[in-house]
């Protein structure tokens, strides 16, 4: 047999680039623990903001983990995983989302660890999983329960929300604010509690302080009256709201009108004239006083509605347009034909008000309105924007505690809770697993550290006094970072929805375990989020001057 030179096959494509076994494990995880480095100053009330600068040179300035990470532009395909655990946290709960990201970043850390000691990873992946299944049960059943009517509490979870975030200089009253908008807008079924939290309108205007947000019964619109001679405020408005454009119809298909002396033009405007009159006196006749459309009213139809003392707005928004309908009783309308007056809302007065530098259209004094709107206000544009996401992250809490009736305490007494259980928990089984489930116990513990660091105080000390409190039985023992003391988290009104708890643990393990059991990263030429060179990853901040 001639011995003949083999020659190499190559089955990717020129360019690509491949990492393999313990490199490509070892790269994920440095790319998912950069990205937890990289949110984890932000965490606690102590944790500092983010300043985010992209390509055209706006400017964020944020402390909320989804925000900073969307922000960033990712790259790298492990680290993107990542991103997708904090947009889960947000879609799911609301708040949470560095919670989740630290949780998974310090998960792969200390299975690197294991890995060193040539623990399969599989067999790791197993041992979180079954941790995150224990975690769940233990979880609820340390949690206490909570209803509608615990408005005390409700405002706690709300404040705790809040804290360390742009809107803590008047978080008391804000988290006032949140709990009488979420109670306005939830539905009961069968005793069991409904929240869209789509329907609390957040309209952002820049001026005056943080303490100036206001709740309105009913909608705030960013939109003005559109002709001067319409009133400027209706009382007892009986509200229409129509989705189809109070305009002339075009043609379907192209048309051509010959038109052969003066008198057909000015007939063939006449007529013109007259639908939108007839328009006009079929809204008058249902009663309607204030008209809302989705598209575009005609010049001639405003003057005629502005005769009728009809107030109207134009292009409104089909999300605002549901939402009145829920805040007023009013129906949606297509064909002006088949107005009725049973299709008609009510709110106690429409007006338009000057807000900043712009007009704005108030439906104020609903009766018991499904819809609401915050005005939330502000010295600057980054001012308005972190107090908007702050009162997201409590408005989604507030909803979460009251959806699934149970909380938990914060200052990181939760997790050193869920950690010392986790351990008797993993002090029962044998095998390898055994290891993982103690490497989870482990991992959760990085909250309450977290905190302590971005507060600058010790974290071991701290640590050691938490677990200690713990073993005697005070499960709600946390963290007051302002003093660097111990204290019951309960009694110091540090309150958290278990849901944040059980959708981080969730999200975190089942995206660790992914990013684990890949032992093989085949990246592309020529597309994005190829690897690094030699496989180190590299965080793209895509920041001009940083």
């Avoid at 879609?91 to 200390?110: R, Y």
């Avoid at 206490?144 to 009517?149: L, M, W």
């Avoid at 006032?176 to 908008?181: F, N, P, Y």
């Avoid at 979420?182 to 309209?203: A, G, P, R, S, Y």
Wanted: charged share 25%; aromatic share 2%; hydrophobic share 40%.
């Amino acid at each position: 047999m001639t011995n003949q030179q083999i020659q190499p096959i190559f089955i990717l494509p020129e360019g690509s680039q491949r990492t393999t076994g313990k490199n490509a494990q070892r790269t994920n995880i440095m790319a998912a623990k950069l990205v937890s480095e990289t949110v984890r100053t932000t965490l606690g009330p102590k944790g500092m903001d983010k300043m985010l600068v992209d390509s055209l040179g706006d400017v964020v300035v944020t402390n909320d983990g989804v925000t900073i990470l969307e922000e960033m532009s990712i790259e790298h395909p492990s680290a993107k995983m990542i991103v997708e655990v904090a947009k889960t946290q947000e879609d799911e709960v609301g708040d949470g989302t560095t919670t989740a990201v630290v949780l998974v970043g310090e998960l792969l850390k200390n299975a690197e660890k294991l890995l060193d000691e040539n623990i399969h990873p599989t067999v790791i992946a197993k041992g979180f999983r079954m941790a995150a299944e224990k975690a769940h049960t233990i979880l609820n059943n340390i949690a206490e329960d909570i209803n509608e009517k615990d408005t005390n509490l409700l405002q706690n979870i709300a404040v705790t929300a809040m804290t360390g975030k742009g809107a803590e200089t008047a978080k008391e009253k804000l988290g006032e604010l949140c709990v009488k908008a979420v109670k306005q807008v939830m539905d009961k079924e069968d005793d069991k509690i409904i929240i869209d939290t789509e329907n609390i309108k957040l309209e952002k205007k820049v001026g005056t302080g943080i303490e100036d947000t206001e709740l309105v019964q009913g909608i705030v619109l960013d939109k003005e009256r559109v002709h001067s001679g319409m009133p400027q405020s209706l009382k007892n408005a009986k509200i229409l709201l129509v989705d189809s454009a109070i305009e002339v119809k075009s043609t379907e298909t192209d048309a051509k009108i010959q038109i052969t002396d003066p008198g057909q033009m000015q007939a063939f405007i006449d007529q013109e004239e007259k639908i939108l009159r007839e328009m006009v006196e079929k809204i008058a006749k249902s009663g309607a006083n204030v008209l809302f459309c989705q598209k575009g009213i005609d010049d001639i139809a405003q003057h005629f509605l502005a005769k009728k003392g009809v107030y109207a707005a134009r292009r409104v928004k089909k999300s605002d347009m549901e939402k009145l309908a829920r805040a007023t009783g009013a129906t949606i309308t297509t064909n002006l034909d088949d107005i009725t007056s049973s299709d008609l809302g009510k709110a106690g007065i429409v007006q338009e008000k000057k807000v900043g530098d712009e007009q704005m259209t108030y439906v104020e004094e609903c009766k018991n309105p499904k819809a609401v709107t915050m005005l939330v206000r502000g010295g600057t544009e980054h001012v308005v924007d972190e107090v908007k996401r702050a009162l997201e992250d409590a408005i989604g809490d507030v909803s979460a505690a009251l959806t699934t009736g149970k909380v938990v305490g914060g200052a990181g007494s939760t997790e050193v809770e869920l950690s010392r259980n986790l351990r008797h928990f993993a002090n029962s089984l044998s095998g390898r697993e055994q290891l993982a489930v103690q490497a989870f116990a482990d991992s959760v513990e990085i909250i309450p550290k977290t905190l302590a660091e971005n507060a600058g105080l010790d974290s071991i000390n701290i640590l050691t006094e938490l677990k200690a409190m713990h073993d005697k039985g005070k499960k709600w023992a946390g963290i007051n970072v302002f003093s660097g003391k111990v204290i019951d988290s309960w009694k110091a009104s540090v309150i958290e929805p278990l849901k944040i708890k059980t959708q981080a643990v969730k999200s975190a393990s089942e995206s660790a375990i992914m990013i684990l059991r890949i032992d093989d990263v085949i990246a592309s030429s020529g597309g994005k989020g190829g690897m690094p060179p030699e496989g180190m990853p590299q965080m793209p901040g895509g920041m001009p001057g940083y």
